[in-house]
């Protein structure tokens, strides 16, 4: 059977460092808000090249968090898309904001920036572009839509650790930058974490204060907020895992040119846009037989996900946003056709393999 994730096989090469990571803090006494948090914020700060960085206890929360800190709130609209996880555009909610969606680009499947004009209004505070699968949306017109428009942009990087848009990293481009921690991602805790980065000093300490009660100091509360907070044993084993980031981002990339070379005409295989180095924290393939591709990998013992398979705006809770079916052609279209097939830096030439033939052989009989 191959996983579609494969954690124990990551635990197995990096277990003494993190192992001994884990006891040092279990040793300490010092188990929140602690050194191991502030070292970590500024290891990850330097990794995304940003001033800054506030961890937090989900990329959920850091989405909340970054948001509300730029003074997002009730009464302002928020413009993401409609393929995506649902954690970005619930985060957006919880801000209290109203949300707008623009469709996908139908190579990148990322923000359209051509589609920002007409979602536009006076409401509009700021923009969320989702870095879908580990692949950074188009930052410069989105960017420059913003400029023009006076918007905040917080980037939606929950997929995209180690990802670069010409040359830079994803999460130090917009005003804010959004990162999850949770086990599938590509840089992930034993357990829940997230992280905000920003250059800016203002957004900087109007995160770290919502992220614990809006405390200012130890004992002045002088803002809202709750408790959003990282805990030392998550930063201590995320330290060590930073350390491995870029060569498992390598090695992602390699498993994926493997895929792309293997697969290149049985299937569509994922675009890779001219200014993108895609950190692939999903790989997938797109076809009109996807669910009977996906019923033969299963029976040949591979494992496979659908990211996602019903796009927001056709979500129960969402029906309220007033957008039917016929939308957003392209999130629809997508959310029909793509299959994420197994990918982490571990998996073997051999295993790949298995997922290849099998891939071949479904594509073959669905066809
Ligand atoms: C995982 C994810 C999130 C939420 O992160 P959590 O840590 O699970 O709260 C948000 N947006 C996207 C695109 C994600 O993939």
């Given at each position: 059977?191959?996983p579609?994730?494969?954690l124990?096989?990551q ?9 001994a ?5 279990l040793?300490?006494g010092?188990?929140?808000s ?13 990794h ?10 989900s990329g ?6 970054a948001?509300?800190a730029a003074?997002?709130?009730?009464g ?13 555009v619930e985060?957006?909610r ?7 969606f623009?469709?996908v680009?139908?190579?990148?499947l990322?923000?359209d ?10 409401r ?6 989702v ?13 420059e839509?913003a400029r ?8 939606d ?8 848009y010409?040359?830079q ?24 974490g997230g992280i905000?980065?920003?250059d800016?000093p203002e ?5 770290r204060?919502l992220r614990?009660?809006g ?5 002045g ?21 930073l350390q491995?980031?870029d060569w ?9 040119r ?11 295989t994922?675009?890779?846009m ?7 924290n999903?790989?997938a ?5 996807r ?12 494992e ?7 796009p ?14 016929g ?5 629809e279209?997508?959310?029909?056709e793509?299959?994420?097939?197994p990918?982490y ?9 298995e997922?290849?033939?099998a ?6 009989a669905a066809s």
């Open positions: 059977m191959i579609l994730v494969d124990q096989a635990h197995e090469r990096i277990r003494d460092e993190v192992e990571a884990a006891l040092r803090v040793r300490s010092r188990y929140a602690g050194p191991e948090v502030e070292a970590f914020e500024q290891e990850f700060a330097r995304c090249g940003t001033a800054h960085a506030v961890g937090v206890n959920t929360s850091a989405l909340q968090v948001l509300t003074g997002v709130g009730a302002d609209e928020v413009i993401t898309v409609p393929f995506t996880f649902v954690a970005t985060a957006i919880q801000t209290g904001a109203d949300v707008r623009v469709d680009e139908p190579r990148s990322t923000m920036p051509a589609a920002l004009e007409q979602a536009v209004t006076r509009t505070r700021a923009i969320v572009p870095h879908l699968y580990g692949q950074p949306a188009d930052m410069d017109p989105i960017l839509f023009r428009h006076r918007l905040i942009v917080a980037e990087a929950a997929q995209a650790h180690g990802a670069r010409r040359q990293r994803t999460g130090g481009l917009g005003n804010l930058g959004c990162f999850s921690f949770y086990p599938t991602k590509n840089l992930s805790a034993a357990g829940e905000v980065v920003t800016d957004l900087d300490r109007g995160a204060r614990s009660w405390a200012a100091d130890a004992c509360h002088g803002a809202p907020g709750g408790n959003y907070r990282m805990d030392e044993l998550q930063a201590a084993i995320l330290r060590v895992k491995h980031l498992w981002t390598r090695a992602r990339q390699a498993v994926a493997r895929y792309d070379a293997l697969l290149a005409r049985i299937v569509e994922p675009a890779v001219p200014y993108a180095a895609h950190a692939y999903v790989y393939i797109r076809s009109p037989r669910d009977a591709i996906r019923d033969a990998l299963r029976a040949a013992g591979v496979t996900a659908v990211h996602y398979p019903v927001i705006h056709l979500q129960p809770p969402y029906a309220d946003l007033g957008y039917g079916s939308a957003f052609e392209q999130a279209r997508a959310a029909r793509v299959l994420s097939l990918i830096p571990e998996l073997s030439e051999d295993g790949q393999g997922v290849v033939n891939a071949r052989q479904a594509a073959g």
